[in-house]
């Protein structure tokens, strides 16, 4: 559904993104993982069409993306195909307005419907995110951050798009709840059979969501293959030093500090 080729992006002479090339299948899920400036937020804006490539070609479902500016109905055709959810969602969300309203919005922005078409659409995105009556008519500032980032993923998925974007999606959480979001989205994916593009410097989390793992660094792909192969069996430098630094199962930040104490 996504064919990424060549895509290059130049900031006057720093190369930010070079020759990175990768296709990702109808209902795939694939993780694009590197250190702080190797390029992954570029890359992600570039595919959703926030930021133009200075060359190389993005093709959603058979049909490249024009570059430049879009008119209002070929934005809501693109906003239908592709939606990003960023790290901070109580940025990306109206303070003044109540859940389920902006769900209610983003809803009769994408379909139409009439009213109780739409409160039954916003009643199936609260249910498939986890959310209830009462979050629905509370204000963004009354949620925790694991309930944002919930109401996030819901208006994105108002949308039906085909691909989901989550960049570092889950950064800013604890991570019990970033358990619990990881979750939720493997369960969106089976249910909705939307493609996810994971975008993190977190390996460990990769493990639990997709399929694929395209490696960064220095705006290049230096590896990409199966999270088992890769994570595995490592074969870039960069990649060992990756994997090397992942907490080992059962390592908590806790147990170090007894460690120190005793
Ligand atoms: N608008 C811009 N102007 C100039 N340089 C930029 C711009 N946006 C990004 N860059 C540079 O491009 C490089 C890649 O940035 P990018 O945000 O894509 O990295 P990243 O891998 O997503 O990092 P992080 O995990 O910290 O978000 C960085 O060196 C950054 O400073």
Do not use: C
């Not at 919005?105 to 009556?133: I, K, S, W, Y």
């Not at 694991?146 to 959480?173: N, T």
């Not at 059979?193 to 705006?219: C, K, N």
Request: glycine share 8%.
């Amino acid at each position: 559904m996504l064919e990424v080729r060549n895509l290059r992006k130049e900031y006057g002479e720093f190369v930010a993104v070079d020759e990175v090339t990768f296709a990702l299948p109808e209902q795939g899920a694939l993780a694009i993982v590197g250190e702080s400036g190797s390029g992954k937020t570029t890359t992600a804006r570039m595919i959703a069409g926030l930021e133009a490539p200075s060359g190389g070609s993005v093709v959603v479902a058979g049909e490249e993306r024009p570059a430049g500016r879009l008119r209002a109905r070929e934005r809501r055709v693109r906003a239908r195909q592709i939606q990003m959810v960023f790290q901070d969602p109580y940025a990306s969300l109206d303070r003044r307005q109540r859940v389920g309203d902006a769900l209610a919005e983003a809803v009769g922005f994408h379909q139409r419907l009439p009213a109780d078409g739409v409160r039954a659409r916003v009643a199936e995105l609260l249910d498939m995110v986890g959310l209830d009556d009462r979050q629905a008519r509370a204000l963004p500032k009354a949620l925790s951050g694991g309930q944002r980032q919930r109401v996030a993923i819901a208006r994105a998925l108002a949308a039906e798009p085909r691909l989901l974007i989550l960049d570092e999606a889950i950064a800013a959480l604890d991570v019990s709840i970033q358990a619990q979001i990881l979750t939720l989205l493997r369960r969106i994916r089976t249910e909705t059979g939307t493609a996810l593009l994971f975008i993190t410097h977190d390996l460990g989390a990769v493990r639990h969501i997709s399929d694929e793992v395209l490696v960064m660094q220095h705006g290049r792909v230096v590896e990409h293959g199966p999270v088992a192969t890769v994570l595995g069996a490592p074969q870039h430098p960069y990649t060992q030093r990756l994997v090397a630094s992942i907490p080992k199962p059962g390592w908590t930040p806790r147990r170090r500090a007894e460690r120190a104490a005793a």
